[in-house]
């Protein structure tokens, strides 16, 4: 979900994404809008590697954690719903726990994009890495506008205006 959501903010920004050759491998995209500098990054590690190319970013372009927001999946937000949140601990995500143990902190922005917890029967990751339903499908189209709107928000106010403005919201396929 969360390089869903970077491609269109990416898109929507009109900048594009590099790989990294270097250890450990990323894909950067940078753009100068809304009158700050933005780094997108997507870590070509395994998901439980992921603070690696965070950390490496973070430490080279002096940037604070809680200047970073973390896009991300979530199984304990629902389906079709979108949090901020300031920080906090991984929850089980693996990503999240690569990414506070690199930083060294659990206390960065994160946008949690919900995807509720798998039918029973279904293992956590199978139901993670599956395919979305065509009415899956268009309510994940409209979650992803609304993350990026989202992102604009964290990044002209701060992750207080983001979460005001859009933890709550429950997007349908109407």
Do not use: C
Not at 77 to 102: C, D, L, Q, W
Not at 156 to 165: E, H, L, T, V
């Amino acid at each position: 979900m969360g390089f869903l959501v970077l491609d269109r903010l990416a898109a929507e920004i009109h900048t594009s994404f590099n790989e990294q050759n270097t250890a450990p491998r990323y894909l950067i995209a940078q753009s100068h809008v809304w009158d700050a500098k933005l780094f997108l990054i997507k870590p070509l590690e395994y998901m439980n590697r992921s603070g690696g190319p965070i950390a490496k970013l973070a430490s080279y372009f002096q940037i604070d954690p809680h200047e970073i927001l973390v896009v991300h999946d979530d199984l304990d937000v629902p389906y079709g719903r979108i949090k901020f949140v300031r920080g906090g601990g991984h929850g089980g995500h693996n990503g999240i726990r690569s990414i506070i143990e690199a930083l060294g902190t659990k206390d960065f922005p994160r946008l949690k994009i919900g995807i509720g917890r798998p039918p029973k029967g279904i293992p956590a990751d199978k139901y993670v890495l599956g395919t979305f339903s065509p009415d899956e499908k268009r309510i994940i189209e409209k979650v992803i506008d609304l993350s990026v709107e989202g992102i604009r928000e964290f990044v002209k106010n701060g992750i207080d205006s983001a979460m005001n403005k859009f933890n709550g919201i429950e997007v349908t396929a109407l």
